[in-house]
């Protein structure tokens, strides 16, 4: 049966959930140990990887019908977890591909793309996952798919399939032997406004990523 029909009355809620939890909590032990920068030669494919597995979760979330909470408000969560540190380590690990550019929403026209980081997409994802998953530890299963399809819709959604694409072209650009464009004056605290991005300073070459990554080009 497809992922669009999952809703149907003879399929078991409980194993719809428990399948989508287990890949979320799979992503969030995956991206915190790649954090840990101990195998850092593995970092960009690795996170390719889970980034790809999870957005699979999104789609089942986004092709089933409305989950409804069980209570009209949501139980308080209490404080998030602090992420600065996943972060910066994830930018430090990241350097120099961390920075992209990106167009918010394709359905919008005229809009100039928009500079972002890597580290702070999958930080921004983790935060909202690990929510529903403290609701999903508590026993509030209902409530923990609520929160996980909402937050994929109005916003882990579109920024982990962000992220993807800028994975897959730095994986793609060294594969294929291709030097990235220039990468260095962009910079997220820049004010784009209208104006066409401007990349200034060096080119990275494809080879020197690869080195420095772990993505070995096509020979």
Not at 53 to 71: F, K, S, T, W
Not at 80 to 105: C, H, I, K, Q, T
């Amino acid at each position: 049966m497809s992922d669009a029909t999952l809703h149907a009355t003879h399929q078991n809620p409980d194993d719809f959930a428990v399948q989508i939890a287990d890949q979320i909590e799979s992503f969030l032990v995956a991206v915190t140990e790649v954090a840990k920068g101990d195998e850092p030669d593995s970092a960009v494919p690795f996170l390719l990887l889970e980034v790809s597995q999870l957005l699979l979760a999104g789609g089942r979330l986004g092709a089933h019908e409305d989950i409804v909470p069980e209570e009209r408000y949501e139980p308080d969560m209490g404080p998030e977890a602090d992420v600065d540190e996943l972060r910066e380590n994830l930018a430090r690990m990241l350097d120099p591909v961390d920075v992209y550019s990106e167009v918010f929403d394709p359905y919008e026209p005229r809009k100039a793309p928009v500079p972002a980081r890597i580290s702070d997409d999958l930080t921004d994802v983790i935060t909202d996952l690990r929510h529903g998953m403290a609701h999903y530890k508590a026993g509030r299963t209902t409530e923990a798919l609520w929160w996980w399809q909402f937050s994929y819709f109005s916003n882990w959604g579109t920024t982990a399939s962000a992220t993807l694409r800028a994975l897959q072209s730095v994986v793609a650009h060294v594969r294929l032997n291709q030097p990235l464009a220039e990468l260095d004056g962009l910079d997220t605290d820049q004010g784009m406004g209208d104006d066409t991005l401007e990349f200034e300073a060096g080119q990275v070459m494809a080879e020197e990523l690869g080195e420095s990554l772990g993505v070995r080009p096509v020979t």
